[in-house]
């Protein structure tokens, strides 16, 4: 029998109130459809019984299984969209999972680590498994937990949770519902995301993965920590216990999004029209953490003067594209505050034993708050007592929760997999910590400060106007769709742009792209340029200690050997022009800030060839947005 663990990072969400059930929570399904797609599932509690539908692949055909075969009516319900890691995602191992009384339906996304024991102990007692996921021995080991005579019976099935989780190994959140307690929602977290919404009317809540879920019907939400468990009631509210069932006051917040936000807007993809939010993305982050002084006001940041002048080495973890802001922001913290800064991949960063203790600063970096490799990275850098600081776009997320301190992005919700607003504004955040860093220890002049301010304060403008200048880019998209090999070139803070530039290419178009370190090209890479082979070269700036001609000197080295050149520069530099088969220019802006606009003609490039391929721009294959597990 195969047997594989399966359901691990995926988008949940529950709901009680006086709605449809079935249609809040497939709208809710939709909008986390980027957490998974490789199958989709709901359940109902309704008046004769449980009613599920679930199907393998993406959404739209559980959409059509329903349009077929509606369900009766029911305002209690929980949906799942799945990202498996093992084993083919075909509908017996969608969720949701039943127990075999036929009376508890349960989602999960995580990796129940116990679970072929738990399975053996299941199957010695006769309970018939119809699935290949540990998921399922959730929904037996719930219903035998169960017991009928527990008081005040409001928290029985909140009780079995309790009892079940106690005997739980790995990562998990559950979502559950009972037959008989129609009205009940049960959730429980440890290792993996979950949030509860409080709706507007009376008696309406939602759980959810992230707040995507239930944006559309509520803002306020309550933040649910590690190893506790969730009732949703529509007549007696939320209650939140831990696993001994004592009772807990979580933190109620507000989230800024607007559920338009989180919609398409028109656009044929989410990425286009992330990408054409960038110019807000940065300038919300900005805003209001620049005081006219020249002083930075980050109020989030609650490290004092003095731990940060104590501070005498930087750590930043991230991983994929959030690795690349990490990469540019090292460049910026070292030249700003002449403090020595380490770019790390999170998923390496603990296997090393790195030297870590309360005077070094760890800097973790996500988009989602979740990344369970960004996120064992800062608990191990805790668990050496070293300070962290998280830059994080997700309200509410774990990242920024276990942090000593946040800077949250303000880039809005990122639905499309692939990140681009995200990138733009970690960026900027990433500025606004350098610099912080520098006024707290002195390394900066307030008015050297504030000129680097007044340069941060006209990216906006100057993403705008990058952006309107990419018909250009799209035309070459159209041209290099059917390329078979991409390469990316850049020195400096243009190395991670390059490497940036390959990623989104890989994980949208896939095709194969590398992005290298323009100078490292002669130690070998050089051998892979063939006649036509096309490489997207990143120029910087000219000035004092720039690398613009050596830069040059290279593209000059791999033009001479037959590739075709698409060339990055800011405005007004030409001296590149006789070498570059396409020359697209970006507005003038200092080396270090440059990385915001070089990366525009990146993200544009990789859109264009994968939809000129056929592909789907939102959500690549094999990935998800959110990758909760190591
Ligand atoms: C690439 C991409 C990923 C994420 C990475 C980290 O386009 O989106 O490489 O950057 O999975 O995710 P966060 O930032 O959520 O920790």
């Known amino acids: 029998m195969l047997v594989t663990t399966l359901g691990r990072m995926c988008g949940i969400i529950g709901y009680v109130g006086a709605s449809s059930a079935e249609d809040v929570v497939l709208a809710g399904l939709r909008r986390m459809e980027y957490r998974g797609y490789d199958s989709a599932g709901i359940a109902l509690v309704t008046a004769d019984g449980l009613a599920i539908a679930k199907k393998a692949g993406k959404l739209a055909n559980l959409e059509k299984v329903l349009a077929d075969q509606p369900l009766p009516p029911a305002t209690t319900g929980v949906g799942h969209t799945r990202w498996a890691t093992h084993g083919p995602p075909v509908d017996r191992n969608a969720h949701p999972h039943i127990s075999d009384d036929g009376k508890v339906a349960v989602v999960h996304n995580g990796i129940i680590e116990n679970f072929a024991a738990l399975r053996s102990e299941l199957e010695r007692q006769g309970v018939e498994l119809s699935s290949d996921t540990d998921t399922e021995v959730v929904a037996h080991l719930l219903a035998g937990a169960y017991d009928s005579s527990t008081e005040p019976a409001t928290d029985r099935f909140a009780a079995a949770m309790r009892a079940v989780c106690l005997r739980l190994e790995g990562a998990f959140t559950l979502v559950a519902i009972h037959t008989d307690h129609p009205g009940q929602v049960v959730g429980a977290r440890r290792n993996s995301p979950l949030v509860a919404g409080i709706g507007e009317g009376a008696g309406e809540y939602f759980l959810g993965s992230d707040v995507s879920a239930f944006i559309a019907h509520t803002r306020d939400a309550l933040e649910l920590g590690q190893d506790q468990v969730v009732t949703l009631d529509v007549e007696h509210g939320i209650a939140v216990t831990d696993l001994a069932g004592t009772s807990l006051q979580p933190r109620r917040f507000h989230v800024d999004w607007s559920a338009a936000a989180a919609e398409k807007g028109g656009y ?38 003095e731990d940060l002048r104590d501070i005498d080495k930087v750590f930043i973890v991230a991983c994929g594209t959030s690795n690349h802001a990490a990469m540019v922001s090292k460049y910026a913290i070292e030249h700003w505050t002449r403090l020595p800064c380490e770019v790390e991949l999170a998923s390496e960063f603990r296997y090393r034993d790195p030297v870590l203790d309360r005077s070094t600063l760890v800097i973790a970096i996500s988009q989602s708050g979740e990344t369970m490799d960004t996120l064992m ?16 776009n997700t309200n509410g997320s774990t990242i920024p929760r276990e942090s000593d301190a946040v800077l949250y992005t303000r880039a809005g919700p990122e639905v499309a997999v692939a990140s681009t607003k995200a990138f733009l504004a970690q960026l900027a955040a990433c500025y606004l910590v350098a610099l912080y860093l520098a006024q707290a220890r002195g390394t900066k002049y307030a008015d050297e400060i504030a000129t680097i301010v007044a340069q941060l304060n006209k990216l906006p403008d100057a993403v705008a106007e990058t952006l309107g200048r990419m018909d250009q880019v799209r035309a070459i998209g159209r041209e290099l769709a059917k390329e078979p090999t991409i390469l990316f070139v850049g020195r400096h803070v243009g190395y991670p742009v390059a490497l940036e530039g390959a990623l989104k290419l890989k994980e949208l178009a896939y095709i194969h792209a590398e992005g290298f370190a323009a100078g490292e090209l002669k130690h070998g890479y050089i051998s892979l340029i063939e006649q036509g082979t096309p490489v997207v070269a990143v120029v910087p700036a000219r000035g004092r200690n720039s690398v613009h001609s050596k830069v040059i000197s290279n593209i000059q080295e791999i033009r001479a050997r037959g590739a075709k050149t698409i060339v990055i520069a800011a405005d007004g530099d030409d001296e590149v022009a006789p070498y570059a088969d396409h020359l697209i220019h970006v507005p003038k802006t200092p080396t270090l800030l440059a990385p915001v606009l070089t990366t525009i003609p990146m993200q544009v490039l990789a859109c264009e060839i994968a939809d000129t391929r056929g592909l789907d721009v939102d959500q690549p294959r094999n990935l998800a947005k959110s990758v909760t597990v190591e």
């Open 268 to 305: 044929p993809w989410f990425m286009l029209k992330e990408i054409d939010e960038q110019p807000a993305a940065i300038a919300d982050t900005l805003r209001g953490r620049l005081a006219d002084t020249g002083q930075i006001v980050l109020d989030e940041v609650r490290l004092s003067d």
């Open 377 to 392: 990275a800062l608990r191990h850098a805790k668990d050496q007592r070293a300070r962290v600081l998280a830059i994080c």
